[in-house]
Every structure is written in C-alpha cells, then in structure tokens.
C-alpha cells in the first residue's frame, strides 16, 4: 500500500520486529502483526506513528512520499 515506505525500511535493513521495538523505545507501543496491518493499508498509520518511522529509518523523503499510496 506504501510502496516508498517498503522500499525504504527493506532498504535500509530494517524488520518488523526491529521497528516494533524502535517504536516502542518512542512510547508507542505496536505488534508486529498491527504494523503488518497498517503497512499494507488494512488500518491507518497515525502521524506519529509516521513521523518516528521516518526518523527511525533515517529518511531523508518527506512524510508525503514517503507514505504515498500506490495507485491502482
């Protein structure tokens, strides 16, 4: 659903279970299965959810591209 997020985390080396923790380290607490659900667009990503992925990867893409939806 977020091509440029899944390419992004893949690239940098980055696991849902790695996440899930660097998340967590942030105060928000997340399941593997949960970040499955909303990288896929089964549920929604919040913008602070958003905001410290983007500063977990290290991304330099803004929040827009970086979570643009694929287009069908």
């Known amino acids: 659903m977020y091509p440029n997020w ?7 080396g980055f696991t849902l279970n790695q996440l ?13 299965a949960t970040l499955s659900l909303k990288f896929i667009g089964k549920a ?15 991304t330099e893409l803004s929040l827009d ?3 643009k939806e694929a287009e069908s």
Not at 44 to 58: M, Q, S
């Open 65 to 67: 591209v970086l979570f």
């Open 6 to 12: 899944n390419a992004e985390y893949a690239r940098k």
């Open 20 to 32: 899930a923790d660097e998340l967590e380290k942030r105060g928000i607490k997340r399941t593997v």
């Open 44 to 58: 929604p990503i919040t913008l602070k959810e958003a905001k410290a992925l983007k500063e977990i990867v290290g």
